[in-house]
């Protein structure tokens, strides 16, 4: 039985060519993700009295050289640093995709504390605040790794109709069928290469980690949360959506931790889950709320810090 049903694109790594200088699809997916975290912070600006525009501004350069550098970084040292240690110059070589979401987190972090810090803000002031802007940049990124074919999913048996073959998983192909002598029946020849249907995982965090934390997070943060509230449905949130997609994406060589069967982003995102119920937990129960107008009812409550309107 063959379940192929699609054939990844395998479309040119270089969006744009004008001759002096090329835009690469994965360098074009993050301007996206800033571009759009600086519109939707920007937007959050008019119901926050307690932020600026020109805050936005400085807020997204900041987090920008979190994400890279600490993505790129991360996923070096958490996923490749075999590769590193091989060639130190793999660091540098971002156009070819990979970026570890953990390592950017912790880039983020570091970076907001150096924003908090210069503007005289509490850290979960900032943090809540730009939550919601996140998982736009996280369906880029997503996007991206399709595009770059990386990353792909699991080999499956299942017979689904959106399974994809990926040449760009031709030698983990063959290591598996090596492995897996009986997959042969459900693997198809693609220009001479035995290739197994996987899932297409990249999509599956795009919508999970993308679309439907954003109209999460979007939601909640629509009305005044308790500080440290809108951080940990993000934690709790993105957390829970990347150990259940884990399940579908090929883990990287070395993964199994414990009971054979979690993978290194699974147990990355578990403390974040964690942290994401202590955070909630913490915010509800000694409530302090930023940026309201002194006529909001929430104002007048135990721990309420707001800030007169911006003119």
Known sequence: MIVLTLIHPQPNPVALDLGFVQAHWYGLMYLLAFAFAYGLAWYRTKRRADWTPDMVADLVFYGAMGVILGGRIGYVLLYQFGEFLANP??????????????GGFVGVLLAMLLFARKYKKPIFNVLDFIAPCVPTGLLFGRIGNFING????????????WLMLFPQAANADYE?????????????????YWLLPRHPS??????????LLFILLWWFAAKPRPRMAVSGVFLLGYGV?????????????GYELFFDWMSKGQLYSLPMVIFGVLLL????????????PA?????????????????
Request: with cysteine; hydrophobic share 35%; aromatic share 14%.
């Open 89 to 102: 110059l793999y660091l540098f070589k971002i156009q070819q995709g990979g970026m570890s979401f953990h």
């Open 150 to 161: 990386e990353l792909w999913g699991r080999v499956s048996e299942g017979g689904y109709s």
């Open 176 to 192: 598996q069928l090596s492995l897996h002598p009986a997959w042969q029946r459900i693997a198809e020849n693609v220009n001479g």
């Open 202 to 211: 990249q999509l599956y965090q795009a919508f999970t980690e993308g679309v």
């Open 241 to 253: 959506a990347r150990f259940c997609t884990e399940f579908f994406r090929q883990p990287d060589v």
């Open 281 to 292: 937990w913490q915010a509800y129960r000694r409530p302090i709320y930023d940026g309201l």
């Open 295 to 311: 006529s909001h009812p929430l104002a007048h409550t135990h721990g309420a810090h707001t800030q007169g309107t911006r003119t």
